[in-house]
């Protein structure tokens, strides 16, 4: 049964720093790519970031860029989320997600597991 945890989350005040993990079991995520989605209240769910399990290959979000950075461990099989300079604008639920194989990233469409959220509250 595959599963994706997040963790991390929590309140923190405008200007600080927060690190996000998803720690994913059940199979082998090698040929995965796997990414930093979010929802605000009222929002649609938005990409912020994936990264290729195989070769570590990034992409960000230009809302995020410069002050989120993702990356894994593939020895632990957790995908991190290290946040930086956050803003109230980046208060959301963040789900962690696996998509197998290429094709576009930055939809929610194609992406076969998902973690159950975390909460982040930047608070202003």
């Known amino acids: 049964q595959v599963q994706l945890v997040e963790s991390g989350g929590g309140l923190v005040q405008t200007g600080g720093s927060l690190r996000l993990s998803c720690a994913a079991s059940?199979?082998?995520?090698?040929?995965?790519?796997m990414a930093w989605f979010r929802q605000a209240p009222g929002k649609e769910r938005e990409f912020v970031a994936a990264?290729?399990?195989?070769?570590?290959?990034?992409y960000h979000a230009d809302s995020v860029k410069g002050r989120f950075t993702i990356s894994r461990d593939n020895a632990k099989n957790t995908m991190y989320l290290q946040m930086k300079s956050l803003k109230p604008e980046d208060t959301a639920v963040y789900y962690c997600?696996?998509?197998?194989?290429?094709?576009?990233?930055?939809?929610?469409?194609?992406?076969?597991?998902w973690g159950q959220g975390t909460q982040v509250t930047v608070s202003s």
């Open positions: 997600a696996a998509k197998p194989g290429s094709g576009y990233i930055g939809s929610v469409l194609g992406y076969d597991y």
């Open positions: 059940g199979r082998t995520f090698i040929s995965y790519r």
């Open positions: 990264i290729s399990w195989s070769d570590g290959t990034t």
